[in-house]
Nanobody, 124 residues
Framework: QVQLVESGGGLVQAGGSLRVSCAAS????????MGWFRQAPGKGRQFVAAISASGVTTYYKDSMKGRFTISRDNAENTVYLQMNSLKPEDTAVYYCAAKYGSSPVLLQYEHDYWGQGTQVTVSS
């Protein structure tokens, strides 16, 4: 049974930093590209960042470039999202997702598995 479990969310002040993690089990992690998405209150879920199975290639939503960094540790079956210079508009539930194959993708429907999400709240 595949499980993706996010952790590391919480409350942080604007301008602060937070790192969320996603631990994967039940799959061959190094064979999956990974993505992070988020859903703010009253809004649809949107793409944040993605990383290839090897970790070499990364993609970001334009508004996150320079602030967020996606990375992975294939030995630990974990993907990370480091978030710096956080803004109140970054408040959302953050989800990780896995897509079988080496290349990262940006679209939700292309992902095979999803985690339950972790809440990130940025106060002004």
């Amino acid at each position: 049974q595949v499980q993706l479990v996010e952790s590391g969310g919480g409350l942080v002040q604007a301008g602060g930093s937070l790192r969320v993690s996603c631990a994967a089990s039940g799959l061959t992690f190094r064979s999956y590209a990974m993505g992070w998405f988020r859903q703010a209150p009253g809004k649809g879920r949107q793409f944040v960042a993605a990383i290839s199975a090897s970790g070499v290639t990364t993609y970001y939503k334009d508004s996150m470039k320079g602030r967020f960094t996606i990375s992975r540790d294939n030995a630990e079956n974990t993907v990370y999202l480091q978030m710096n210079s956080l803004k109140p508009e970054d408040t959302a539930v953050y989800y990780c997702a896995a897509k079988y194959g080496s290349s990262p993708v940006l679209l939700q429907y292309e992902h095979d598995y999803w985690g339950q999400g972790t809440q990130v709240t940025v106060s002004s």
